[in-house]
């Protein structure tokens, strides 16, 4: 029903501004590239059901391309099937397959060079190299995109929406599989990617770098070979998003590297490697955050300045916190930690001791991995009674001295946000211990 009123709407409105030309096997114009062709700036293109076998077509001039039925576009596996140049154009409701892999060149379902204000939506590419590129392609929308690649090895494998010095773009309700990074943005700053699922990609489900002032928010990162990678970026607001199942020897849930000024709130770390791995970040906010039966719940290392860890909940980590130096800047308040054993005479909410959530044997087991082998034996215990009894080796500065006795969200909400509705967001309480 929807798609059937937008297809309504567009062909009305293409009516007022412009032409509509029909493509179809037994139609005047039997292709894409000859409707193209014929068309002139602000026609619309209604490409009805049907596969239909497409080389390379250019669109150079302000076009809508409307599928009715979803028509697939084949290209056969000889390049990028659609070519989007100049003024902005529109594809809609299509079905993009089979680019081929090149090492020369770049193969996309759908491809914007040097494009301002186009719009792809409720478009699916399946078995492109890479599913829909933008280069150097500012104020895009990508909305509604399920983008399939085409599961080879990762040097034979693109990315599955990618964008180059295209800033303030919108990728919004994609989902996208079986690429080497699902989503990767280099040089794009001001953009926003939200309500995406990206998931069983080779390497990152959501790679950028030097992308300032992004916005990320209630999106997916599942099964993914590396996890997630934010770098070389700054004011980067990360909400609500759920890292999940990231497993391997060099997998994160999320990766921050020479990240600053930055926000990370509100988002489900469970089952991954490391949750958050802290690389030369610098004045980031870690809060809100639910960590939970992860590996490490938090790498920060030593190269890290001024970033805040405050009112977060730690479940049933085999390690909470993790930093290889003495000296730790990273500042801890009011997080909830679920190895916590101190107590709470006034009945605040608040533990009378001080918590620190570095253990000794999280550092033995970084420094030595065989030592693994020895997580539930005594000789944890004895370690952690003699820590706390003559710290030496932990980080003194690394200590949370307002742990909170409740989370903010229980493990059953964590669950539910998991398992029920992709977009549904976490509880976030604050409160006035947050900002102590």
């Known amino acids: 029903m929807k798609g059937r009123f ?30 193209v062709a014929h068309a002139v700036p602000g026609d619309t293109i209604v490409v009805e059901s049907g596969t239909y076998p497409t080389s390379h077509i250019v669109i150079d001039k302000p076009l809508t391309i409307l599928g009715k039925g979803r028509p697939v576009l084949d290209g056969g596996g000889t390049g990028t099937v659609i070519e989007i140049r100049g003024a902005g154009a529109h594809v809609q409701n299509i079905v993009v397959a089979n680019t081929g892999y090149s090492a020369l060149e770049d193969r996309a379902g759908i491809k914007l060079i040097e494009s301002t204000g186009s719009s792809i939506s409720d478009v699916e590419t399946v078995g492109c190299a890479f599913g829909v590129a933008l280069y150097r392609s500012p104020s895009c929308r990508v909305e509604n995109v399920r983008a399939i690649g085409t599961g080879a090895v990762e040097s034979q494998s693109g990315n599955g929406i990618h964008l180059w010095k295209s800033r303030s773009c919108a990728i919004v309700r994609c989902e996208v599989m079986q690429h080497r990074d699902g989503l990767y943005f280099e040089f794009s700053s001001g953009c926003t990617i939200a309500e995406c699922i990206s998931r069983d990609n080779m390497r990152y489900g959501l790679h950028f770098m030097f992308s300032d002032s992004n916005i990320y928010r209630k999106n997916r990162f599942e099964r993914n070979g590396s996890g997630v990678a934010v770098m070389y970026s700054q004011h980067v607001q990360m909400v609500s998003n759920v890292f999940a199942d990231n497993w391997g020897p060099s997998s994160y849930g999320l990766l921050l590297k020479d990240i600053s000024r930055s926000v990370v709130e509100g988002n489900i770390f469970r089952r991954n490697t490391v949750g958050v791995y802290m690389e030369g970040s610098n004045q980031t906010t870690i809060t809100a955050n639910v960590f939970r039966s992860n590996g490490w719940a938090l790498k920060a290392l030593g190269s890290c300045s001024e ?41 605040d909410g608040i533990g009378d001791v001080p918590y620190r959530p570095v253990s000794v044997f999280s550092i033995l087991v970084e420094r030595v991995p065989m030592a693994v082998l020895l997580l539930r034996s005594f000789i944890v215990e004895l370690l952690a009674y003699m820590e706390r009894a003559i710290p030496s080796l932990i980080p003194a500065q690394l200590v949370d001295r307002h742990p909170r006795l409740a989370p903010i969200a229980t493990p059953a909400v964590a669950d539910s946000v998991l398992a029920g509705d992709p977009y549904q967001q976490l509880p976030v309480r604050r409160a006035s211990w947050m900002e102590r």
């Open 307 to 347: 970033d805040t860890l405050v009112g977060n909940d730690f479940f049933a980590n085999t390690f909470d916190v993790l930093s290889n130096t003495s000296f730790s800047e990273l500042v801890c308040n009011g997080n909830y930690w679920d190895q916590y054993r101190g107590y709470d005479l006034d009945r």
């Open 6 to 35: 937008a297809l309504a709407f567009v062909l009305a409105w293409s009516a007022a501004s412009g032409d509509v030309l029909r493509v179809c096997p037994q139609c005047e114009l039997r292709r894409v590239a000859d409707a």
